[in-house]
């Protein structure tokens, strides 16, 4: 089990026999690290003194009684001979020592040396390799530290011996020495030590392993005594702990596991039995139990109050998963699935095998995956009906689409009222059009009618008759493109997209108003856009919304000579036609309620109130908008449409 996952009891218990016996540990070490360090500061001391009293015998010996026996013996004659036990350094000390171990045992003294007078004073491995660190570390004059020798742990101080001009009596060239000594120690050949050379190395060494056993021992014990102690008293406080805290804490627990698990209800109250802070905690337990209580019933309400209203909305609306399926629904959409519409989602898809090329709720949705912003299309199903669609994304923390919100309105009898309101305005358009076309019309009929009357009244030639004629064939040409540009404008289309060149729409609707325009003394001044490339439009219909706004500004200038500017611009990749009337503008009270259908400020009989209504709703179709900024010099149109 994972310690994350216990409990908290068992938690503290574990966390405290832990501490228990790391604190145990780290004592128990730093004791016997303290008694081992006391032993070894103690054996260092004692070494140290035997070894300045060893010394100093031996500098009595070698100052003071040897020279006094050689003077003696010179004296008596008797220069060759050699006391060793009165004029030996290394014999007086060997032999000191072991009567003081006789006194005060475990003491081990040694004298050796590399090439000894006596072999018995032959330095082993261990005391050479002492000796080859007296000679790196000449400035060192003495070492002391634990080894093991002959398996087991000694404590030894060590100091170098340094040949002197005295030793080299016996220890130099063989004519020298005393006849005696070499009588006693036979040799063949000098030594070789120089004034300054380490000859040999002096020590004093404790056995120390049966005292540093007793110290492990001592460690050992404080360690169980201590460990034994604090875990009884860890018993105690644990059952403290258990009574005063994890109790309280399990009953807390227990009602909460409770109210999670619906078992409990959650506007209880507990007993607050103490002033402490377990006492404290179960008082903000009550004070926040009331508290989600309260919260958990007026979110009950606030959620019936949406349900209420995500039912009572009568166009279909739902909560849609990046795979087509749907995750929450009303009324209506339910409906609309029921009814296999093919506007709503009915099925699991995958948006990564979609077919480009094919419109569909799951290509809006892809789009809305992919783009990341919200949609909106109208779209005609497969079902023949015509629908506006909105898509909303909800996004993550990391801002990936996690769902999205799927709104759909039928828009099918809309479309067929909006046909018929175009229709309408259409038909007005031609009826304020209709004095321009009689004339337009009138004009080439009396130049029609004058040639017939001379064809049939009036004797002429042949050049002459083929001149009438071709005037009688002009004026009905004419005729017949006024006749064909009326009936196409008139006629009702559906949206038909095509590349189009709004300049050339521009074009057109002034040669329809052209007789309007001269009759009310209207100058025109053109800006048109050479680099504006043709767009995806309804030709028939944006050509209707230019002449609607074209009629406005002819009205807003009537009664004086006004001028009439058509500009066409690109710019942020969407292509602009603003058309600037000089006429009064339009009050600030009229101004909101313009696009309103059937809001007119012209008189009985002279407009519908529809034209900027179909115009508005024609250019918002396209993906577009329209603009409007007035004053009292004038007001401008400006027609907003996507290049692409």
């Known amino acids: 089990m994972k310690p994350k ?66 003077k003696l013996l010179y004296e008596t004659g008797k220069k060759d001979e050699f006391i060793v036990e009165g004029m030996s350094t290394t014999h007086v000390r060997l032999s000191v020592m072991k009567r003081f171990n006789n006194k005060i045992g475990n003491y081990m003294y040694k004298r050796v040396s590399l090439d000894p007078i006596n072999p018995e004073h032959k330095a082993d491995a261990l005391y050479v390799k002492l000796i080859e660190y007296f000679k790196r570390n000449k400035t060192q004059e003495s070492w002391s530290g634990i080894i093991t020798y002959n398996g087991q742990e000694i404590l030894v101080m060590a100091k170098p011996v340094i040949v002197e001009k005295g030793c080299l009596i016996c220890h130099g060239k063989i004519n020298n020495a005393p006849k005696a000594l070499l009588k006693m120690f036979p040799r063949s050949k000098d030594f070789t030590w120089k004034e300054g050379d380490i000859m040999g190395i002096e020590s004093v060494s404790l056995p120390i392993a049966s005292t540093l056993g007793e110290i492990k021992g001592v460690a050992i014990s404080t360690f169980l005594f201590g460990a034994v102690s604090l875990l009884f008293l860890f018993v105690t406080l644990h059952g403290a702990f258990w009574s005063f805290v994890i109790k309280p804490l399990k009953r807390l627990s227990s009602l909460f596991r409770g109210i999670v698990n619906g078992t409990e209800p959650l506007n209880q109250t507990i007993e607050v039995k103490t002033k402490d802070e377990i006492g404290d ?109 909105h898509l909303y994304p909800i996004f993550d923390d990391r801002e990936n689409v996690i769902k999205v919100v ?93 590349a189009v060149s709004v300049n050339n729409l521009v074009e057109n609707v002034l040669k329809l108003t052209d007789y309007l325009i001269s009759k009310k003394g209207i100058k025109v001044i053109k800006k048109l856009s050479n680099e504006i490339p043709e767009i995806m439009i309804d030709s028939n219909k944006i050509e209707q919304v230019f002449l609607n706004i074209v009629l406005n500004a002819i009205q807003a200038m009537d009664g004086k000579e006004g001028v009439l500017t058509i500009e066409s611009f690109l710019k942020n990749g969407k292509c602009y036609i603003a058309f600037s009337d000089t006429g009064n503008g339009i009050p600030d009270d009229i101004l909101p309620k313009i696009f309103d259908p059937f809001f007119t400020t012209k008189p009985v009989g002279q407009g519908t109130g529809l034209g900027l209504s179909v115009s508005k709703s024609i250019i918002e179709q396209h993906g577009g908008r329209i603009l409007v900024k007035t004053s009292s010099s004038g007001t401008t149109f400006t027609v907003e449409l996507p290049v692409k």
């Open 406 to 498: 799927h709104y759909v309105k039928d828009i099918t009898e809309k479309r067929k009222i909006e046909e018929q309101m175009r229709i309408t305005e259409k038909l007005a358009a031609i009826g304020q059009l209709s004095a321009g076309l009689a004339h337009e019309i009138n004009n080439p009929l009396g130049g029609i009618r004058l040639c017939f009357n001379n064809l049939i009244n009036t004797e002429m030639d042949e050049k002459t008759k083929n001149m009438h004629v071709e005037v009688i064939n002009h004026g009905l040409t004419k005729i017949q493109e006024i006749i064909k540009q009326l009936l196409d404008f008139s006629k009702q289309t559906e949206l038909i997209i095509s």
């Open 5 to 70: 996952n216990l409990s908290i009891s068992t938690k503290f218990t574990l966390s405290i026999i832990l501490i228990i016996l790391a604190f145990c540990i780290l004592f128990s070490f730093l004791l016997y690290y303290h008694l081992k360090q006391k032993v070894i500061e103690d054996a260092n001391e004692k070494t140290r003194i035997i070894i300045t009293q060893i010394d100093a015998l031996g500098n009595y010996v070698k100052e003071e009684l040897r020279p006094a026996i050689f």
């Open 281 to 389: 905690l179960i008082l903000s337990f009550n004070q926040m139990a009331k508290y989600l209580y309260d919260a958990q019933e007026a979110t009950k309400k606030y959620a019936d109050t949406l349900q209420t209203i995500f039912e009572g909305i009568t166009d279909p609306l739902a909560l849609v998963n990046p795979d087509c399926t749907v995750e929450m629904t009303n009324h209506a959409y339910r409906t609309w699935m029921i009814e296999g519409r093919a506007a709503v989602f009915n099925e699991k898809c995958d948006i990564e095998k979609l077919d480009a090329d094919k419109l569909c709720p799951v290509y809006f949705l892809k789009k809305v995956i992919d783009t990341k912003k919200p949609f909106s299309e109208y779209w005609e199903g497969e079902d023949q009906r015509h629908y506006f669609i």
